[in-house]
């Protein structure tokens, strides 16, 4: 349905407003406080292959995904700067995962939330938004989000929270309890404890960017891959060093890739990109739940596509150490989408040859996918 935001209430007194914002402040930093760290699984591969696989679960957060830690840092950040009082209506350009966590938070909060996206976002996600409390803006293509809901926030006076330019800058990369901190506490004790990579998808670019430089300012030989969905701008963008490039193109995979360079989007902190076939999305997606019966989304299947390239060339070179890759979201978010033959068929999205290229890949060592 389509919903434009209420009018806000009469402003508070500065004292009242100040109150409100520590009274907000200290109730997000209380569900991070009671919020346990995301289980860091080891996947069991061929011991002779010398390399440990290791997926971060994100789906254990609250709200479903690794957009919980982003939609936690973006009011936070929002908090401390004043953008966001009592009674501010919040809207957001989203995909679907992120929208949900800051439905999340807005609710938590007592804030109204209006969510902005395509009509094509999964209605799992949608029922998820409405649970919390938020209302879904629908649009037609993904690059009228932006000014859709610059229009709606301004139409309430409300605080459109643009995680494609805050995400990069709302999260401490020092440390301070950020999931790449995270990551290396949890390897400390393994027998890999520095991954050789680390390889993320990018929705917004900030988890690449806390990643990237979390790794470089600790001083780690640990690489970066970031891998990218068909006809998204990023890598593109990251291989010819021009940030204006636009695609025009909805993403397949649903959570990541864009038709734009977005401004979290941090180039330099990369070490490798590499373009993923929608349809080996899929199907790793689908071997992932055979391999460990964990039910990821497709967005995971995108991270681990390039992961399974990156095991072959460290097999082939006789390498040993160890992957981290993140499980972004469940599955059961897509149970009408990539979960069910039809609707594959009908975006002409085949797993199949990709299923048999990694049954291959796992019998023998060698990647031909």
Not at 296 to 324: C, D, F, H, M, Y
Request: overall charge negative.
């Amino acid at each position: 349905m389509n919903t434009a935001a209420t009018a806000p209430a009469a402003a508070p007194s500065p004292q009242a407003a100040r109150s409100w914002t520590n009274s907000a402040i200290a109730t997000v930093q209380a569900e991070n406080n009671r919020s346990a760290d995301t289980h860091l699984y080891k996947i069991e591969l061929p011991a002779h292959w010398g390399v440990d696989l290791y997926v971060k679960d994100e789906s254990c957060h609250r709200t479903g995904s690794l957009k919980h830690r982003l939609a936690r840092s973006l009011f936070l950040f929002a908090l401390v700067n004043g953008w966001i009082n009592e009674g501010t209506t919040v809207v957001e350009a989203s995909s679907g995962s992120t929208a949900v966590s800051e439905a999340y938070f807005a609710q938590l909060l007592g804030l109204d939330f209006v969510a902005v996206m395509t009509a094509g976002t999964s209605p799992e996600k949608i029922a998820l938004i409405e649970q919390f409390g938020g209302r879904c803006h629908f649009v037609d293509h993904a690059d009228e989000v932006y000014s859709a809901a610059t229009a709606i926030a301004d139409e309430c006076n409300g605080h459109y929270m643009d995680q494609f330019t805050y995400a990069e800058r709302a999260t401490d990369w020092r440390g301070n309890n950020n999931i790449a901190e995270s990551i290396f506490s949890q390897l400390s004790h393994e027998r890999f404890p520095e991954p050789a990579w680390v390889v993320v998808g990018a929705g917004t670019g900030g988890t690449s960017a806390t990643i990237g430089r979390y790794i470089r300012y600790h001083g780690h030989a640990t690489q970066l891959m970031v891998v990218d969905p068909e006809g998204s701008a990023f890598l593109p963008a990251w291989k010819s060093g021009d940030a204006s490039i636009l695609t025009g193109n909805s993403s397949r995979i649903e959570g990541i890739g864009r038709p734009r360079v977005e401004p979290s989007f941090v180039p330099g902190v990369i070490d490798s990109m590499l373009e993923i076939p929608d349809s080996a999305s899929v199907a790793a997606m689908v071997h992932f739940g055979q391999l460990t019966g964990l039910h990821a989304g497709p967005s995971t299947g995108t991270n681990l596509w390039g992961v399974w390239q990156l095991v072959a060339q460290l097999v082939a070179r006789g390498e040993k150490g160890s992957i981290v890759t993140l499980m972004c979201d469940g599955g059961e978010r897509y149970a009408g989408s990539y979960d069910n033959p039809l609707w594959l068929a009908g975006k002409g999205l085949d797993p199949a040859p990709h299923l048999t290229a990694l049954d291959e890949f796992f019998a023998s060592g060698v990647w031909n996918g």
